[in-house]
């Protein structure tokens, strides 16, 4: 019930193109969903933050949606850069620690 | 002016062996984490601390030993090492458990 489900494992998306990652989780106490960007060497980086009660938040070229009756919510990276190249992970917040997805590797082909 | 550091960044160490790990945040938070990324990039939780105080301690073997002197530091000593604790070991940091702020972590390789 702590999980969280994280796919595709890995995605090769085209310069300028949408990229995709979607999570999935069952525990409903969960409270805040942060998406995480990591380079290689890199720790983990917040980039983008949602509560349970909002259905989209958008920064920039990034955009969560959350559908809560689902328990799904999934970052969409817009016009996607070869600099978005990383590995993406989602997270789910409760009892005082994150619980995070198994990862995304993303390449953005130029 | 990094936020979270740890020190150090490599540590190559043998079977058996003692080894600690340093984590220092200068952002005021009160809450300070252990995280460990294994081979699969899947990251886990290992203990939290507020204000000095431990939280959580997510059935790890009582090897490790965290330590907080005080809310900006947390340490992490390990002892009698093995292979499968070869990973990279992540410090964060949070306010209101929120927001977490992670080092750039240490890779611990146990040969």
Redesign the interface.
Known sequence: QQQVKQSPQSLIVQKGGISIINCAYENTAFD?F?W?Q?FP??????LI?IRPDVSEKKEGRFTISFNKSAKQFSLHIMDSQPGDSA?Y?CAA?A??????G??TELSVKP | DTAVSQTPKYLVTQMGNDKSIKCEQNLGHDTMYWYKQDSKKFLKIMFSYNNKELIINETVPNRFSPKSPDKAHLNLHINSLELGDSAVYFCASSQISFGYTFGSGTRLTVV
Do not use: D, E
């Open positions: 805040y942060p995480y990591q060497g890199k720790g983990p980086a917040l933050a590995t992970f917040h009892g005082g620690k994150l619980i995070f198994q990862g």
